[in-house]
């Protein structure tokens, strides 16, 4: 399961190479795996991974998922590790704002210094709503 979660590999991938090693698994059980145990995984690494500084860029782009465009949020810090992202069906105050919320939220990552945006205009009205919810620092 962690080769699948760590590298590239289709779960067909993986039941190939659990053949080659005489292990007779089916593709559907190595996504049941997945899907029973990385939630679990996940909770027991995320402390242990490298926090990210305090300086935050977010954007967004439009990309097809499923047939159907949505906008990926996403945030990284200033040396381009990930902080959080979100798909949103909308590019609106209101996504921005839900967004920034649930960037905010994670324990892991400091509270942010600054916050670069790109030009859109969703971002400013969220920014100061969240300010005036105490939810970000005005310092």
Request: charge should be positive.
């Amino acid at each position: 399961m962690r080769w699948c979660l760590r590298y590239a590999l289709s779960y067909r991938d993986l039941e190939e190479m659990m053949n080659e090693r005489g292990l007779s698994v089916d593709h559907t059980t190595i996504y049941r795996w997945v899907q029973a145990y990385a939630p679990e995984l996940e909770k027991r690494i995320r402390h242990h991974l490298s926090l990210t500084n305090d300086s935050y860029r977010v954007d967004e782009t439009y990309i097809k998922v499923k047939g159907a465009w949505k906008y990926l949020y996403r945030a990284v810090d200033s040396t381009g590790q990930t902080i959080d992202f979100m798909l949103s069906a909308k590019r609106d105050t209101k996504a921005a704002k839900r967004f920034f919320r649930k960037m905010l939220k994670l324990p892991q990552h400091p509270s942010p210094r600054v916050i670069n945006v790109d030009q859109n205009k969703s971002y400013p009205p969220a920014v100061e709503e969240l300010k005036e919810e105490g939810v970000l620092s005005t310092a």
